[in-house]
């Protein structure tokens, strides 16, 4: 599941360079996968032990993170009902999850 999640924000990666900053999706399996719009081009991968903490932390599901993905679970909603927490910026958050919307 964490491979088809790479690949999928991979192949999304030129519309979050507007997002400028380094968000962590910290998945309930123990994975955690990075999204590092400061850098050009942005860099996408599974994140590394030791990592710089991040601008944003995203506590999700990999199902959850999957939906949010395809569009079948909204971002408020997940918000709302626990299923989606954020440990750092509220607003790098929202633009996020708006450039997963697209």
């Known amino acids: 599941m964490v491979e088809d999640i790479l690949r999928e924000l991979q192949s999304r990666s030129t519309s979050f360079r507007s997002l400028k900053a380094d968000v962590r999706f910290a998945l309930e399996d123990g994975h955690a996968v990075r999204v590092n719009a400061r850098e050009t081009p942005v860099a996408i991968a599974r994140e590394d032990a030791g990592a710089a903490d991040p601008d944003c932390t995203i506590r999700i599901s ?41």
Not at 62 to 73: P, W, Y
Not at 77 to 93: E, H, P, R
């Open 62 to 102: 990999s199902e959850n993170l999957k939906k949010l993905m395809d569009g079948r679970l909204n971002p408020m909603l997940a918000f709302t009902m626990g299923k989606l927490k954020v440990d750092g910026s509220m607003g790098i958050a929202m633009k996020l999850a708006q450039l997963l919307d697209e």
